[in-house]
């Protein structure tokens, strides 16, 4: 009797275990069904609101951006509010409007890994890979995009500048000016992947003092990243798109 007992119990509160799982999996599908309801209901006001201010967003850059902001801010792509007023296409204005708020968002982002200078290559993966904007985009974006892209930005006056180190275009995205002994040092580091004092004075027959002070600034201002840590004991001055390469 105590065994029957027993496997009465537990299965008694087997039971039970499943209609409390049932119950939570029935309170997680209508909190969701009412958050869809949410969103749907924010996205058909933000619709609305495009509809009616569409020619001061057009006009207005500010405006815009901080219209796609409030979208953003409740997870709606402001993409997908357009392609809602124009039956599904996205023109060619709204598309790099849309993209170069994104270079702008992506290089505030990772400027403190970068110092405020980013591969293009680099930039149009995270693009590419933002599956959000990229379903609204319809599309994959190339350097092309991106290039024309800021090419608009740069327009209206935003600081983003174009930069090419070695043979590859960078972003620059900080007040900070490059000089040239910067640019000769960022270019030797796009090839190896790093510099060190010996290479630049072996490569460019520049004194210690004149390699320590370029590197210091571009480290200074997060650009190229120290390690001191080399079989050989010589320290080396990595360039952050390099480092994320190796990841």
């Not at 509160?13 to 969103?39: F, I, M, N, P, V």
């Not at 609305?48 to 979208?71: H, W």
Request: charged share 25%; glycine share 6%.
């Amino acid at each position: 009797m105590p065994a029957n007992r027993g496997l009465a119990s537990f299965d008694n509160a087997s039971q039970q275990k499943h209609k409390y799982q049932d119950l939570g999996q029935q309170l997680l599908r209508e909190q969701r069904d009412k958050l869809e309801t949410q969103l749907q209901v924010f996205q058909n006001a933000l619709i609305a609101f495009k509809k009616q201010y569409n020619e001061e967003l057009a006009s207005n850059p500010q405006f815009r951006a901080e219209f796609t902001e409030i979208c953003r801010s409740f997870g709606i792509d402001s993409l997908v509010v357009s392609s809602s007023l124009n039956g599904e296409r996205i023109d060619e204005e709204e598309k790099y409007n849309q993209l170069g708020l994104r270079i702008i968002e992506l290089c505030k982002l990772t400027k403190n890994l970068n110092g405020g200078i980013i591969l293009v290559d680099e930039l149009m993966t995270l693009i590419n890979s933002d599956n959000g904007f990229n379903s609204a985009m319809k599309l994959k974006i190339n350097e092309r995009d991106i290039l024309r892209a800021l090419r608009e930005l740069r327009s209206l006056g935003d600081e983003l500048q174009l930069l090419v180190i070695g043979h590859r275009n960078y972003i620059k995205s900080t007040a900070q000016e490059i000089s040239s002994d910067q640019n000769t040092i960022l270019s030797a580091a796009d090839i190896l992947g790093y510099v060190s004092i010996g290479i630049l004075r072996d490569n460019f027959k520049w004194k210690t003092v004149r390699c320590k002070t370029n590197l210091d600034e571009l480290v200074s201002h997060g650009v190229l990243w120290v390690d001191s840590q080399g079989e050989d004991h010589e320290v080396k001055y990595w360039i952050t798109s390099w480092i994320s390469k190796q990841d």
